[in-house]
């Protein structure tokens, strides 16, 4: 049962646009989600997160959105740079279990 | 920020043999730490939980016996796959909480192919 989805396996993007990575979810019980950048052979590196108190939350060129009503979280990144070209994954929790499920992640490829 | 340290970060063993993964918080304490396991082109698969002190665990469908876990201390767990064969190749992944805030930390990871 895959509680977190991520339908996309790849997008391309060029250089200076905006990417927008889709996440969807089914289990209403998560009220933390998270954003996680992974490159071949290494470790996820955490990117962003929001509680599900907010539809929005911001980091630079990095924006989450929340909507809970549709379960569904999106990954906003303007603009694009070659830099970041890499999986990227989401990932929820509930409150008090510290433990994230996954989605399957999503392949951003930046093209010059 | 929070450090998690993963060792080693390729490791190649033969059938049968028994394989050592080491995940250490660097610089926090860590009293639970979590272990993934991911296959080319799909999602980090959460294997168990790693309790300081206390018994590790397991998600549904993971071995206890096979995927050994211990976490003697507050900065160290390790993951040991024993008798492995090649169908344990895959790469591993320790992280940690390192508090309300701080997100959780990832190590490295591990990449394990057994021959």
């Known amino acids: 049962d895959q509680q977190v989805k991520q339908n996309s396996p790849s997008l391309s993007v060029q250089e200076g646009r905006i990417s927008i990575l889709n996440c969807d979810y089914t289990?209403?019980?998560?009220?933390?989600f998270l954003w996680y950048k992974k490159y071949p052979a290494e470790g996820p590196t955490f990117l962003i997160s929001i509680s599900s108190i907010k539809d929005k939350n911001e980091d630079g060129r990095f924006t989450v959105f929340l909507n809970k009503s549709a379960k569904h979280l999106s990954l906003h990144i303007v603009p694009s740079q070659p830099g970041d070209s890499a999986v990227y994954f989401c990932a929820a929790s509930f409150q008090g279990a510290q433990k994230l499920v996954f989605g399957q992640g999503t392949r951003l490829t930046i093209n010059p | 920020g929070a450090v998690v340290s993963q060792h080693p970060s390729w490791v190649i063993c033969k059938s049968g043999t028994s394989v050592k993964i080491e995940c250490r918080s660097l610089d926090f304490q860590a009293t639970t730490m979590f272990w993934y396991r991911q296959f080319p082109k799909q999602s980090l698969m959460l294997m168990a939980t790693s309790n300081e002190g206390s018994k590790a665990t397991y998600e549904q469908g993971v071995e206890k016996d096979k995927f050994l876990i211990n976490h003697a201390s507050l900065t160290l767990s390790t993951l040991t796959v024993t008798s492995a064969h090649p169908e344990d190749s895959s790469f591993y992944i320790c992280?940690?909480?390192?508090?309300?805030?701080?997100?959780?930390?990832f190590g490295s990871g591990t990449r394990l192919t057994v021959v």
């Open positions: 992280s940690a909480h390192a508090g309300t805030g701080t997100g959780y930390t």
């Open positions: 289990n209403s019980m998560f009220d933390y």
